[in-house]
Structure formats: structure tokens, C-alpha cells
């Protein structure tokens, strides 16, 4: 894991280090989803295109299942979507 220290600037600001911007392709205006972990802050470059598909295929299981037995509850929808994201999580990420 590649480190480097940063500074919080007075309104919040994290400078990202060059270097790790060159290598993960990070631009002005790239989105980042940034969580809270465990005591750590963690950003993660956000790829609207690549979302909007994941998105559309978890529609697209949801539906089909609903097709062939009717309407879901809401763990059923989240066992849908935990299942893809498993099922997806190591293939370019």
C-alpha cells in the first residue's frame, strides 16, 4: 500500500499527492466516495459510467426475479444486491 502524509487545509481541504493522482488517473472534477473505516478515512474514485451499468444490472436481476415470483420485500432486493456486489467485487476494482 502506497503512503504519503497530507495536511487538512482550514476549510476541510485534502491535497492529494501528485503521484498518487497520476497513478489512479485522478483529475479535477473526479467524484469520490469517501467513507469512514474502522478510525481511517477512505476515498475511492468513483466511475459514473461503470455505476450506472451496476446499477442497470441489479435492476435487471430484480426485475426478472420479480417477473417470475411477484413482488420482492426489501431484504430480498438487499440479498439481491449484496449477491452481485460479491459476486463482482475483485473483477477491475
Not at 497530507?6 to 485534502?14: H, L
Not at 426478472?64 to 413482488?71: A, Q, V
Not at 440479498?79 to 467485487?89: C, D, G, L, P, Q
Request: glycine letters at 8%; zero cysteines.
Amino acid at each position: 500500500m502506497e503512503q504519503e502524509i497530507t495536511v487538512i487545509g482550514e476549510r476541510g481541504q485534502v491535497v492529494i499527492p501528485k503521484e498518487i493522482r497520476m497513478k489512479l488517473g485522478l483529475k479535477p472534477q473526479t467524484r469520490l466516495l469517501v467513507s469512514r473505516m474502522d478510525g481511517m478515512v477512505v476515498m475511492k474514485k468513483i466511475d459514473l459510467e461503470e455505476e450506472r451499468r451496476e446499477l442497470e444490472a441489479i435492476f435487471r436481476r430484480i426485475d426478472k426475479r420479480i417477473g417470475k415470483y411477484g413482488e420482492m420485500t426489501e431484504e430480498g432486493i438487499d440479498r439481491i444486491i449484496h449477491e452481485y456486489r460479491a459476486k463482482t467485487a475483485y473483477k477491475g476494482r
